[in-house]
């Protein structure tokens, strides 16, 4: 496998390679990877001549420096997931200093106000921080594709207005979210929660299945009434917040528009690991 840990060494590697025209399906991760996380691969590997995944944890996209701590680091198992996918994918797994050259600090991005909602509510700077080290990736690696799962769904409708304003000729592919057998979205923060709670934790895609059923004869408004009322019965789940958006500009269904495209977001915390979900609703 190929391991870069510097932009200098991956540019050299690659630069012949964009002369030859090759396209370049590119998967950004920050590691602890999972069948989710391999599915992108997948569909770089079939999509593209070259395949890259670049691993990092990207400290300026944390909020919550106890959650940078913790955020599992398992770079050897990650290239032994990556060789099952293909031998021939290309590993960028620079340091902090390869990628934040002086100071480690994000750029301020107005993405419309997309920023602004859900996620952003809740994680001061978090999209500051994933527009800066999405931007500087696309930089470095001048891929044809990038692939984004669609559990972060905030952050996909996010890399493709960066994309748009700062004209990056990458085609932006959203794939669907990965789910363990329980329905749980598989994170690479679920490493982090014990067996029980793992298995607990496939009552929040019950809710947003319940949601979805719900939402065909109620409003947005009692949809969430009812989501928080089930979180109120629970001990060990605590829910930060439930929204119904629209899937374009984000903003809260306020009163149904047969035009839109709606999804239900949810973010949950259990024992102070935080877990994230969503579902179309139309
Ligand atoms: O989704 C993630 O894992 C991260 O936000 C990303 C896109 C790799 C940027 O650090």
Redesign the pocket.
Known sequence: MKVFVSQKELASYLNPLYHSNYTVGFV???GALHQGHLSLLEKAVEDNDIAIV?I???PT?FNNPEDLKKYPRTLEADINKIKTVSTEILIYAPSVEDIYTGKTVSENFDFDGLENQMEGKFRAGHFD??GT??KQ?FEIIQPTRAY??EK?FQ?LQI?KRLVSKYAIPVTIVGCPIYREKNGLAMS?RNERLTESERKEASMIYKILCEAQKLFKSKSAKDVSIWVASEFKKNKIFELEYFEIADEEQLLPCVAKDKTKKYRAFIAVFVNNIRLIDTISLN
Do not use: E, K, R
């Open positions: 950004p991760t920050m670049s990092f944890v990207n996209q921080g994933v080290i999405v990736l984004f799962g972060d952050q890399v690479s």
